[in-house]
């Protein structure tokens, strides 16, 4: 079992900037990457950004030049720095995990999720 905890959401108004966290905790052997997703009322869910163990991050267009990913390896933590925020990117985010569990087979594993507004 690997389980994710997210942190960091809240209200912020357009303009702000928020940082989320998450962190990976259980059985694991490997992280292949991590990444975090978003979804709006109404919505899929979708790709915000991932950023894999050895590679270079990818975003979603909506949010390239806003925000950034990266990783602590070594504490299995996730973090994304959202900067310059507008109302359309209030949703929850979900983070995202997916690798070798210590039983040497694959994980794909969700966080609980965490509200992020933007709003006045």
């Known amino acids: 079992q690997v389980q994710l905890v997210e942190s960091g959401g809240g209200l912020v108004q357009p303009g702000g900037s928020l940082r989320l966290s998450c962190a990976a905790s259980g059985s694991i052997f490997s992280i292949y990457a991590m990444g975090w997703y978003r979804q709006a009322p109404g919505s899929q869910r979708e790709l915000v950004a991932a950023i894999p163990t050895y590679g270079t991050p990818n975003y979603a267009d909506s949010v390239k030049g806003r925000f950034t990913i990266s990783r602590d390896n070594a504490k299995n933590m996730v973090y994304l720095q959202m900067n310059s925020l507008k109302p359309e990117d209030t949703a929850v985010y979900y983070c995202?995990?997916?690798?070798?569990?210590?039983?040497?087979?694959?994980?794909?594993?969700w966080g609980q999720g965490t509200q992020v507004t933007v709003s006045s």
């Open positions: 995202n995990a997916a690798g070798r569990g210590s039983d040497h087979r694959d994980f794909n594993s």
